[in-house]
């Protein structure tokens, strides 16, 4: 399962509600890639590499959306796919219910309004 991942600072576009219509882009060499918002893809544009290293590994659990270093992960395989998931073991649980559900979520097929309800912004004023 593949999911957008901010590349600078590491946030799953689909926790925050980013569609990648919707997403600032910037290219590196020859590859697109996706940011929460237009300050993030600035300083990607400053340091690609340092930004890329920093995030390569991370992982979006399809349940609860948290963006965990690989190594954090469990991986499960379900359908014969590797799937990985934070530690908690109710994530996994929670998927096997209706894992079609979660995997179109995580792949951005289905709408997630975000956990900010943003507009434009990681973070908006409370």
Request: aromatic share 8%.
């Given at each position: 399962m593949?999911?957008l991942?901010?590349?600078t600072?590491?946030?799953?576009?689909v926790?925050l509600?980013?569609c990648?219509?919707?997403?600032p882009?910037?290219r590196?060499?020859?590859e697109?890639h996706?940011?929460?918002?237009?300050?993030?893809?600035?300083l990607?544009?400053d340091?690609?590499?340092?930004?890329?290293?920093e995030?390569?590994?991370?992982?979006?659990?399809?349940?609860c959306?948290?963006?965990?270093?690989?190594?954090?992960?469990?991986?499960?395989?379900?359908?014969?796919?590797d799937?990985h998931?934070c530690?908690?073991?109710?994530?996994?649980?929670?998927?096997?219910?209706?894992p079609?559900f979660?995997?179109?979520r995580l792949?951005?097929?289905?709408p997630n309004e975000g956990?900010?309800s943003?507009?434009?912004c990681?973070v908006?004023?409370?």
């Amino acid at each position: 399962m593949k999911t957008l991942i901010c590349r600078t600072c590491g946030c799953s576009l689909v926790r925050l509600g980013i569609c990648s219509a919707d997403a600032p882009r910037r290219r590196h060499d020859g590859e697109e890639h996706f940011f929460c918002c237009h300050g993030c893809a600035d300083l990607f544009a400053d340091d690609p590499e340092r930004y890329l290293d920093e995030t390569r590994d991370l992982i979006v659990c399809p349940t609860c959306l948290a963006e965990k270093p690989m190594k954090w992960t469990v991986t499960l395989k379900i359908a014969g796919q590797d799937t990985h998931f934070c530690r908690c073991p109710y994530c996994a649980e929670v998927f096997k219910k209706n894992p079609v559900f979660y995997i179109q979520r995580l792949e951005g097929t289905i709408p997630n309004e975000g956990v900010f309800s943003h507009e434009g912004c990681c973070v908006r004023p409370m």
